[in-house]
């Protein structure tokens, strides 16, 4: 069983930036991929970035232009996205979600259905 916490949203000005954190619990996280979503209300949840359980290999949505990264740090059950240059349309709710544990130390997903474990949400609200 994995628990994920989301942190680091709020109310930003537009080109500001945010580092969102992942905390999990749980002794299989570190052979999980774990992605980054987030939603509007009325709107499917979007694939944001997913990155694999080694570190090693990362994916971003095609929005992202560059200004988004996700990284993370296995010692500390954490994963973080940082997102600069923000833009009011970045505001959503941000959503992490892990996979099951893999052999896989390089896969990403991108499909929700991938992730059985999801946190709660962080709001990051961009004003203009």
């Known amino acids: 069983q994995v628990q994920l916490v989301e942190s680091g949203g709020g109310l930003v000005q537009a080109g500001g930036s945010l580092r969102l954190s992942c905390a999990a619990s749980?002794?299989?996280?570190?052979?999980?991929?774990v992605g980054w979503f987030r939603q509007v209300p009325r709107k499917e949840r979007e694939f944001i970035a997913a990155?694999?359980?080694?570190?090693?290999?990362?994916y971003y949505f095609d929005s992202a232009n560059g200004r988004i990264s996700i990284y993370r740090d296995n010692a500390k059950n954490t994963v973080y996205l940082q997102i600069n240059s923000l833009k009011p349309e970045d505001t959503a709710g941000y959503y992490c979600?892990?996979?099951?544990?893999?052999?896989?130390?390089?896969?990403?997903?991108?499909?929700?259905?991938?992730?059985?474990?999801w946190g709660q949400g962080t709001q990051v609200t961009v004003s203009s």
């Open positions: 979600a892990a996979s099951p544990p893999s052999d896989s130390s390089d896969t990403v997903y991108t499909e929700r259905e991938m992730y059985n474990y």
């Open positions: 749980g002794r299989t996280f570190s052979r999980s991929a």
């Open positions: 990155i694999s359980w080694s570190g090693l290999n990362a």
